[in-house]
């Protein structure tokens, strides 16, 4: 990433690294029905100093008059692409740590000070919520289930990893780290890319357990074909440069 944002580094106490400031950053694109509900609960349930910065599409339901209403930082990037919000956010942010976790209620956001926790315990850069924990519940759907036991297990051979969910989009991150790492990728891959950065730099990549619940609003923006062949390309890439 290239910020013009100058991180403060770290504090350490007794060993352990200390957390002034979270940026929450949430890419939307039409996520009315359940935008609301997850800023409420990250207000509600976050134990640190935060700001959170939504990132939206412009969408064309009322995600964006929600966040307002919610007081949140909006930022609309019209530009397309997961990575491309994710990045802008992130450029944004003034934390010492960045969570960054999808706006459709899909994600286990009460779990979001165990990653933090996790993190700082054990002194690494970034901190997964691992949704693949034990035999497939249904929760997932089958297809990118099995892509995403592909695409682990390639991430894990290839950068010598133990991960469960390397598609997880809820992670935290040291924000200096992030700030080492230059990221290209405008749509899905961003999210591997950041970790085949990560594991090449040598930085500690740990997992929290977490559960996943099925879209209930608007449609997935994933399309499946199109990420796979970019993540395959971001895989292969990483062991090349
Ligand atoms: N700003 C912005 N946000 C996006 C864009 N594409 C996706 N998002 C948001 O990024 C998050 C992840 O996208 P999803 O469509 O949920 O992708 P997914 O998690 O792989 O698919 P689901 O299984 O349906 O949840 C969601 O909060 C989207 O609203 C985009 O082009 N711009
Ligand atoms: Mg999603």
Redesign the pocket.
């Known amino acids: 990433m290239n910020s013009n944002l100058h991180a403060r580094p770290l504090l350490r106490v007794n060993g352990m690294s200390r957390i002034d400031m979270v940026s929450v950053v949430?890419?939307?694109?039409?996520?009315a029905g359940t935008?609301g509900q997850t800023i409420k609960t990250i207000k509600k349930v976050l134990k640190y100093p935060y700001e959170i910065i939504v990132?939206?599409?412009?969408?064309t339901d009322n995600t964006r008059e929600i966040v307002e209403k919610e007081n949140c930082r909006l930022i609309v990037?019209p530009?397309?692409?997961?990575g491309?919000?994710l990045k802008t956010g992130m450029e944004h942010a003034k934390g010492d740590v960045v969570v960054m976790v999808?706006?459709?209620g899909?994600y286990e956001i009460k779990d979001i000070n165990k990653l933090l926790e996790a993190m700082c315990q054990e002194n690494a850069e970034l901190c997964l919520g691992a949704r693949m924990n034990g035999l497939y519940d249904k929760s997932?759907?089958i297809t990118?289930y099995l892509g995403n036991k592909a695409i682990t297990f390639m991430f894990n051979l290839l950068y010598r990893q133990k991960l469960a969910d390397t598609?997880s989009?809820f992670r935290a991150i040291m924000r200096p780290a992030l700030e080492k790492v230059k990221l290209k990728e405008e749509?899905?891959a961003f999210a591997t890319e950041m970790l085949v950065h990560f594991a090449k730099k040598g930085f500690k990549i740990i997992e929290v357990p977490t559960s996943y619940k099925?879209?209930v609003y608007?449609?997935?923006?994933?399309k499946r074909i199109k990420?796979g062949f970019e993540i395959f390309r971001v895989l292969i890439r990483g062991i090349k440069d």
């Open positions: 949430i890419p939307t694109l039409n996520e935008i990132v939206d599409g412009n969408s990037e530009r397309r692409g997961y491309v919000a999808d706006g459709d899909t997932m759907d990118n598609q989009g749509d899905m099925p879209r608007g449609k997935s923006k994933l990420a």
